[in-house]
């Protein structure tokens, strides 16, 4: 069967691990030459032997402007256009609101919005008519979850620059995408969220509880989803943030 992005230029931000990783082993293998960013180069190197094939892993820190726009050169010499965006680098942490700094809200809106806006906006140049861009939200951008206010904050807000962007690039034929995953443990739950092992097992029982299908989600799972909205499986979606949470936030 014909490989869904064959020839086709990718960019994974947070590519280096967990729904990123998965999903650029998932591009490569559909045909996709792969450009990954993260911040720390050893595990970017590590996860290019992992993901194999058509890759290439830049150490960059989505918001710092002058990181972007040496990912953005380095395309732009490599390989002279950009197919696909995943804007997927993102970060959180729990804090109720009474004890939010303003150290919390600069880095978690300056990764997660303004990283992901300037991703989006130094990519255009490079992309034309049947780009996509798919940008990870959460399914917190519609639920109330005690202490993440200022992730959920984030999320929202990028699930208003798809819809936002979907109207400006009219005309334009680059379609733009929310992939919004539920409850999915990844290496960012220790390293990010600061969790024990004993944490998330519990974590994971109580979203299983709370989750229709019974159990969280695999990165596998929302890379599948993420190809669908990269490829031209969607050719006529734009504009949508798409859940994939086991319907924990459709009931
Ligand atoms: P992870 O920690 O395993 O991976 C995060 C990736 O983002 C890493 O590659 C990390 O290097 C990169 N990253 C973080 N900050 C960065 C920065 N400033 N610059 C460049 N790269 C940066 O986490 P994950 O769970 O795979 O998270 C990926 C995305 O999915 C995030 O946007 C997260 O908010 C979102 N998300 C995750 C879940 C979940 O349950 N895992 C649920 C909803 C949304």
């Known amino acids: 069967m014909k490989e869904k992005l064959a020839g086709k230029i990718a960019l994974i931000t947070g590519g280096s ?30 996860a290019a032997k992992e993901i194999g094939g058509n890759v290439v ?19 732009q010499e490599r390989a002279g256009r950009l197919d696909i ?27 997660n919005v303004k990283g992901t ?11 034309s008519a049947g780009g996509t861009i798919v940008i990870t939200g959460s399914m917190v951008s519609v639920q109330g979850v005690a202490a993440f206010g200022v992730y959920a904050a984030t999320k929202a807000a990028l699930r208003s620059f798809a819809r936002t962007w979907a109207a400006e690039f009219k005309g334009r034929g680059i379609r733009v995408n929310v992939i919004s995953p539920g409850v999915v443990v990844t290496p960012g739950y220790q390293s990010e969220l600061g969790m024990t092992n ?31 909205l990269a490829s031209d499986d969607s050719s006529f979606v734009n504009g949508i943030e798409l859940f994939v949470d086991g319907g924990a936030a459709q009931i």
């Open 198 to 228: 004993e944490q998330i097992e519990a974590f994971k029982a109580e979203a299983a509880e709370t989750t229709p299908l019974g159990r969280t989600g695999t990165p596998e799972e929302i890379a599948k989803a993420v190809l669908f």
């Open 57 to 75: 892993a830049v150490a960059s820190d989505v918001s710092k402007l002058a990181d972007l726009d040496r990912v953005f050169a380095m395309i």
């Open 17 to 46: 691990s967990g729904i990123g990783l998965a999903t650029a082993k998932l591009f490569a293998a559909e045909g996709a030459r792969v450009f990954i960013t993260g911040r720390r180069q050893a595990e970017l190197d590590a």
């Open 85 to 111: 965006v995943f804007a997927n680098a993102g970060g959180g942490a729990f804090m109720p609101v009474d004890q939010v700094t303003e150290e919390h809200v600069d880095k978690y809106f300056g990764i």
């Open 117 to 127: 806006l300037f991703t989006v906006q130094k990519a255009l140049p490079l992309m």
